[in-house]
Every structure is written in structure tokens, then in C-alpha cells.
């Protein structure tokens, strides 16, 4: 099946500064991705839809000043954390959709841990 | 209230036993994902469907849209099937998500 990968898979920074998370689709092209976040024990809540060349669309409540997000490739989309706080501890999925296709597919997910 | 509600919340089965999970929605779907999240948090979607029934291996997965239930079976259970499995449906051009059954399998 297709494949989608995320970096880092862990990272840990200080409260303050800013981390950027990349998602790439592997063998396949994505024209849309989507951003999850999800705290321990409780399911993926979805933060925003990004389309290649297009800006992104955030859900009610995520920051878009906070969570900046870029897809500037079928293959790449980033997720940066600005000024990070250790409330912005979670763990933040990826998930990349074939294009034209109905199928969904997910990274491997990153923890981010802010002290 | 959810949209989707997954049934039951934590499962513990013995090795070899059939296991059933149960998801119901309450809004018109497009299709409807099966996702196995590892205790690493890794997400690994097991089935999509719109409509009846398909089967991978020792897993099966149903759909009966007028009902808007469907069901994921595992036969032949074993430790390496426990996980986090969650139900998700595509509504309004994006998944919504059950909260998940988590599964033991013991020896």
C-alpha cells in the first residue's frame, strides 16, 4: 500500500521556540493532506486540510498564526509550531490522500514534547 | 453527542477467539475507514467501504448502510492483533472519528 512518512518521528524543544514537522507521500501523489492532533487516550481531532498550492483550512480553534501550514509539492506538506508551549504536547498525524482517489493514508505520527 | 460511536471501549480476548467491534453513525457517509493504531501511535487503515463486506486475512469488515453500523471481526485472535482500533467516517469531505476500542489479546 502506499506509504506516508513523517519527521521527526519524535522532538522534544523548549517552551518558546519553534518546530517544524514535515509529512511526505512516498509513492504516490497527494493533493490533499490533513493535520491530526491527539491527546493520550482520545481520538484524532483533525486541525486543518491543506491543498497543494492552496491555502490551508483550518478547523474551528486551531490558531492558524500557531500552526503554520504548507504544502508546496504533491509529496510535501509541513506543519510548523510556532512559539511553542508545553501545552502544544501532543501527538500530531499526517495523513495524505491519493489524488483522485477516495483512500486515505496516515503517518507514523510525531510526539512533540515542549519543556 | 458523537457522530460516530464505537463499541465496546476496551475488549480483552483470549488467543483464538473471534472478536467483533461495532461502529454507529448518525450522518450520511461517503465511506467508512478501519484504522489499527499501535500502542506507538502509528496508524495503519485496515479497510475502507461503502458497501458490503471485504475481508484481509483473519479480518473482516461489514457495512449495512441503512442501519449506519458496521462491524470489524477478527478471527483467530492473537497478542499481536492488540491495538487501539478505531472506526471513521467520511462526512462533508473529511473523516470523523470514533473514540476507539482498545484490545488485549492474551495468551
Known amino acids: 500500500g502506499a506509504v506516508v512518512s513523517q519527521h521527526p518521528s519524535r522532538v522534544i524543544c523548549k517552551s518558546g521556540t519553534s518546530v517544524k514537522i514535515e509529512c511526505r507521500s512516498l509513492?504516490?501523489?497527494?493533493?490533499?493532506m490533513f493535520w491530526y492532533r491527539q491527546f493520550p487516550k482520545q481520538s484524532l481531532m483533525l486541525m486543518a486540510t491543506s491543498n497543494e498550492g492552496s491555502k490551508a483550512t483550518y478547523e474551528q480553534g486551531v490558531e492558524k498564526d500557531k500552526f503554520l501550514i504548507n504544502h508546496a509539492s504533491l509529496t510535501l506538506s509541513t506543519l510548523t509550531v510556532t512559539s511553542a508551549h508545553p501545552e502544544d504536547s501532543s501527538f500530531y498525524i499526517c495523513?495524505?490522500?491519493?489524488?483522485?482517489?477516495?483512500?486515505?493514508?496516515f503517518g507514523p505520527g510525531t510526539r512533540l514534547t515542549v519543556t | 453527542k458523537n457522530e460516530v460511536e464505537q463499541s465496546p471501549q476496551n475488549l480483552t480476548a483470549q488467543e483464538g477467539e473471534f472478536i467483533t467491534i461495532n461502529c454507529s453513525y448518525s450522518?450520511?457517509?461517503?465511506?467508512l475507514h478501519w484504522l489499527q493504531q499501535h500502542p506507538g501511535g502509528g496508524i495503519v487503515s485496515l479497510f475502507m467501504l461503502s458497501s458490503g463486506k471485504k475481508k484481509h486475512g483473519r479480518l473482516i469488515a461489514t457495512i449495512n448502510i441503512q442501519e449506519k453500523h458496521s462491524s470489524l471481526h477478527i478471527t483467530a485472535s492473537h497478542p499481536r492483533d492488540s491495538a487501539v482500533y478505531i472506526c471513521?467516517?467520511?462526512?462533508?469531505?473529511?473523516?470523523?472519528f470514533g473514540t476507539g476500542t482498545r484490545l488485549q489479546v492474551t495468551l
Open positions: 450522518v450520511g457517509i461517503s465511506a
Open positions: 495523513s495524505a490522500r491519493d489524488q483522485g482517489a477516495y483512500e486515505q493514508y
Open positions: 509513492d504516490f501523489q497527494a493533493t490533499t
Open positions: 471513521a467516517v467520511r462526512w462533508q469531505g473529511k473523516l470523523t
